[in-house]
């Protein structure tokens, strides 16, 4: 199969390279191979030359959403929409990633795919309106909603993941400030390439909850690496008051869809970090 990656030099996008090039040809950039925000001209860029398109690329820097809306809704929003439909056009599959962001937080017990979503944020409204964008475009289309990403390739948007963050500050400091009340659940990169393969081959479509299986606060998730990794480090539990941008105190998705499906390759949130941290750091 010829495939489109767009976004392949971020986090998610580079494991996704690297798993899918095994199998298919994959041409694959940043925004220096084609910038979704002139994506009017996403029909004459891939012509009839791909039989499946990803799109890792995204507005993701919350706090700056929060300021200027007219990049998030071009990148979230109007971009994924107008590639959905150009694919359309053609015949092409979609695929798409979106955010445990687009749930309020206040249902306390894992989301599932038909749950009602009402975003706290600029990024989280940008994203949900780029899924509803997407598949009113193209019903066929794929719109995997993750959370919590972490790889081997940092963030692009950020220059770090929560993982090397947190080892950078335990590296400088005896105690480092956690947030104990946002419950979520972090996942590897690579494990969504391998879901992201999966969901391909079989053409699941709409959407598709896709995140690591548990649920943890950052503040248990940096005890458990400060614990794997034998660090003295004392983890200080903070609250959501003190940052700036309001975000779900609770944004566990259960990956209903691709369960009922017998699809279900995502692991356990524990056993995957530690599966990263031998990987990366030991
Ligand atoms: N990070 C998280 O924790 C998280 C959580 C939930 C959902 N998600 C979703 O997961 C997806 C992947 O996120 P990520 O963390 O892998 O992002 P990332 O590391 O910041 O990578 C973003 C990618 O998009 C590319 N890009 C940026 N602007 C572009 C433009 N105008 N045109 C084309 N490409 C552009 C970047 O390439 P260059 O900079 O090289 O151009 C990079 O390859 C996104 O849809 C995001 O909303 C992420």
New binding site residues.
Partial sequence: MKILL?????????DILRLFEKKHSVVS??????????ADEFGNFIKNRFSAVI??????DVPLAEKSVR?PL???YY??MKMAGECRKRNVRFI??????VFDGKKNSPYIEDDSANPLNV?GMT?YM?ERGVLYENPSASV????????K??????GY??ISLFLDKAGKSEIVDVVGDEILT??S?RN?ARQTLVVLENGVSGIIHSTDEGEVSWHSFAEEIASFMKLKVKVNKTTQAQSAVSRPKYSVLENRKLKDAGLNVMKDWKASLHEFLREVYL
């Fill in positions: 767009i976004g392949s030099t971020g986090q998610l996008g580079s950039g940043g925004r220096e191979i084609f910038d979704i925000r002139y799109n890792c690329a995204a507005f993701l990049d071009l990148m979230n971009a994924p798409h990633f979106s955010t445990d962001y990024y994203k780029g995997m909603r993750v959370s919590g990403l972490y790889g390739t940092p963030s692009r948007a950020k993941n929560f972090p996942t990169t969504i």
